[in-house]
């Protein structure tokens, strides 16, 4: 479904990407790990079109679409769900999801999707006319998630979902980011939490200093050396 | 309950928006004169706050260039009066602003914050020095004569295009389109994100603002007999408006033109009693208005009737 093939990316001079190739079937819920400052933003970035790769090409779909526009990405069905949550503070919790069905095509039915994304996240209806700035930090995180669901997406790549967040309140998220799956929403993750997310996915990459490092399914990763040593303190 | 309370409110609010309508509709047919020139005076400077507020207010890109879109609709009518009628020159100088400000937004709206502020302030210098250019140039002069329209005749003609910019500023901040403005102002990649094509909001809306301004500008030229390009593009016009809504408050559509109204009616008062005086007076007025209304005169109106109501709860 999405397909990135020796992707180089850089800020000004300092290059952050080395080509890094990553593929997720559909279907799948493929997590990528990695410490602070291994360029998984910055991937995500790329795809979703904030930033311009360096070299290397993204498909999704079948489609190329390096050097689409962000609005144009979201349009064909990949969600961005970005990183520190980014909700719009001044708005209602139902404006930010109104805003989360931007494209035409999912613009008609938001009604509807918006009573799927309350199914799911019961506390963003308690709370659908209050500003998303009196929302805690979970709350708020639910909702990022929920406007990227309310584009109605094939595919959501969700950037590091627990950052910040309680142990009980990440143990929700986890378990939302589950039963999306089961839906039939193919699930990229990008997570620092790397033994929750481990237990999650079906397939991980690891990024170190913009390079691949390791790939495989979670269960041989979570056995291997590297991955214990460097990522569960074993 | 609720609801019927807020349908009488709204019941209200029509009701007063439509006397309002016809007060402004009939008065020059009970009154002439000062007071008509007052109120072409507030009308325009109502027309470019709003329609600077439709683009700078949700988005928070502080645009310098009403002078430049004024200015253009002020030429326009200059150049071409005699030639076309009145109603033909507003809509060109409308047309011209807003093609003008397609292909400035296209260019600049990639810069953010006070770059974007001084490419825009720096814009009206541009467009000016130009006009002069080709003025000396081609024509071999430096301004130009205006065939007047009289006096009943520009009041219609400004108030309604104050119609039209309010018309257009309701249906914008109603729509989805206006809702994504705002998203565009609280988080410009968030937005991106949500699939609202930034690029495209932004530069089309900005467009849309200076329609209005330059429809002002050809109005108001033809009060002139003459004018040149010192006149036309003036960057008082560029920062007024942003002190009118400053003055007036934001939140709200009727807050720009309450700005307006009582900045160019203060501004009129001290003009002719303090004439030496006048800018000292302003500025301090402006000060303790930023400093003590941060959310302009509507917002203190607002905190008062609150009050009045509160107390008046209090003791049942």
Redesign the interface.
């Known amino acids: 479904m999405l397909e990135i093939d020796g992707l180089s990316a850089s800020y000004g001079k300092v290059q952050v990407l080395w080509d890094v190739s990553l593929r997720v079937d559909e279907g799948e819920f493929v997590a990528l790990v990695g410490a602070n400052g291994a360029g998984k933003t910055t991937l995500l970035n790329a795809v ?3 930033m311009r790769p360096g070299s290397g090409s993204i498909a999704f779909m079948g489609n190329k679409v390096d050097g689409f ?3 144009q990405i ?2 064909l069905g990949l ?4 990183e520190s949550r ?6 209602s919790v139902r ?1 930010n999801l ?3 069905a ?2 035409i095509r ?2 008609k039915s938001r009604r509807n999707t918006m009573k799927r994304v309350f199914e799911l996240f019961p506390r963003l209806e308690e709370r659908a006319g209050q500003l998303a700035r009196s929302l805690s930090g979970g709350e708020q995180q639910m909702l990022a998630m929920g ?2 669901l ?2 109605l997406p094939k595919m959501c790549m969700i950037d590091e979902p627990s950052n910040g967040l309680a142990p009980l309140v990440v143990r929700d998220i986890f378990r939302v980011l589950k039963s999306l799956h089961e839906e039939g929403i193919t699930v990229l993750l990008v997570e620092q939490n790397v033994r929750q997310t481990l237990a999650v996915a079906d397939r991980a990459y690891v990024l170190e200093n913009g390079h691949n490092v390791l790939e495989g399914p979670c269960c041989d990763l979570a056995q291997s050396e590297h991955v214990r040593k460097a990522y569960l303190g074993q | 309950m609720k609801t019927i309370r807020m349908t009488r409110n709204r019941g209200i609010t029509l009701g007063l928006l439509l006397i309002a309508f016809l007060i402004l509709a009939f008065l020059p047919q009970v009154t002439s004169g000062y007071v008509i020139t007052l109120l072409i005076d507030i009308l325009k400077f109502a027309i470019l706050t709003v329609a600077w507020v439709v683009f700078s207010g949700p988005s928070g890109y502080m645009s310098l260039a009403t002078a430049a879109f004024y200015g253009l609709g002020f030429y326009i009518a200059a150049v071409f009066s005699g030639t076309f009628p009145f109603p033909v020159l507003v809509i060109m100088a409308g047309a011209v602003a807003f093609v003008v400000a397609l292909g400035v937004g296209a260019l600049t709206l990639r810069l953010r914050g006070v770059y974007f502020a001084i490419f825009t302030f720096a814009l009206v210098l541009l467009v000016q020095n130009v006009v002069l250019e080709i003025e000396r140039v081609v024509t071999e002069t430096r301004g130009r004569f205006v065939d007047t329209v009289s006096t009943e005749g520009v009041y219609y003609a400004i108030f309604i295009v104050f119609v039209l910019t309010m018309l257009t500023a309701v249906l914008i901040r109603r729509s ?1 389109y206006g ?2 403005l ?2 565009i102002g ?2 410009e ?11 495209r909001t932004k530069v089309l809306t900005f467009a849309v603002s200076a329609i209005f301004m330059g429809m002002a500008g050809a109005v108001i030229a033809t009060r002139r007999t003459y004018i040149d390009p010192y006149i036309a593009f003036n960057l008082n016009t560029s920062f007024l408006p942003v002190l009118m809504a400053m003055f007036g408050g934001m939140t709200n559509l009727a807050g720009p033109v309450i700005g307006a109204a009582l900045f160019t009616y203060i501004g009129e008062i001290l003009l002719t009693r303090f004439p030496d005086l006048y800018m000292l007076i302003f500025g301090v007025v402006l000060i303790l208005a930023i400093l003590f209304m941060p959310n302009g005169v509507l917002g203190l109106a607002q905190r008062v009737w609150r009050k009045i109501r509160g107390g008046r709860r209090a003791p049942a």
Request: proline share 6%; aromatic share 8%; glycine share 8%.
């Open positions: 979703s079109g904030v526009a962000p609005n979201v349009d969600s961005h769900i970005p980014q909700v719009f503070t001044d708005m404006e109104e805003m989360g931007y494209p999912a613009w406007r990227g309310m584009s | 989805r809702l994504a705002q998203s609280e988080y990649e968030a937005a991106a994100h949500s699939g609202i094509n930034v690029v």
